[in-house]
């Protein structure tokens, strides 16, 4: 299996997430991976999918994915049935840090216990 085969879930979430920039080279059994990630979150998410695949530290990947609006920690539309504790568990892994999400968006949140579908919500850098 070539080591580009083996990363293609890597590229195909690059595909997905509309990695910016993105460039993948193999040289001497090693997969170059170099793009922009809209969020650290999306970059996150390529990192996890990278270490799902080739460990912890793989020896036959480098990966340069950079992020291109670091103010922030990613954009989330809401989908009917959210909260903001269920927005909190999925970025943060604890539902106890809807505040700081609602403290982020004052601005079109006048109540942490309303939220509507199709609303567009900062997830702040914690």
């Known amino acids: ?73 990613h954009k989330h539309t809401v989908k009917s049935g959210e909260s903001l504790s269920k927005i909190a568990k999925k970025y943060y892994g604890d539902p106890m840090k809807y505040k700081q999400i609602f403290e982020a968006n004052t601005n079109i949140l006048k109540n942490p216990d309303v939220i509507h579908p199709d609303q567009v919500l900062v997830i702040p850098n914690l």
């Open 1 to 73: 299996m070539s080591v580009k085969a083996k990363y293609q879930p890597v590229l195909d979430l690059g595909e997905e997430l509309s990695i910016k920039d993105g460039n993948v080279t193999e040289e001497n059994g090693v997969l170059k991976i170099k793009g922009t990630a809209n969020t650290q979150y999306e970059k996150n998410l390529l990192w996890d999918k990278i270490k799902e695949i080739g460990g912890e530290q793989p020896s036959d990947l480098k990966a340069n994915i950079s992020v291109a609006d670091e103010s922030i920690f």
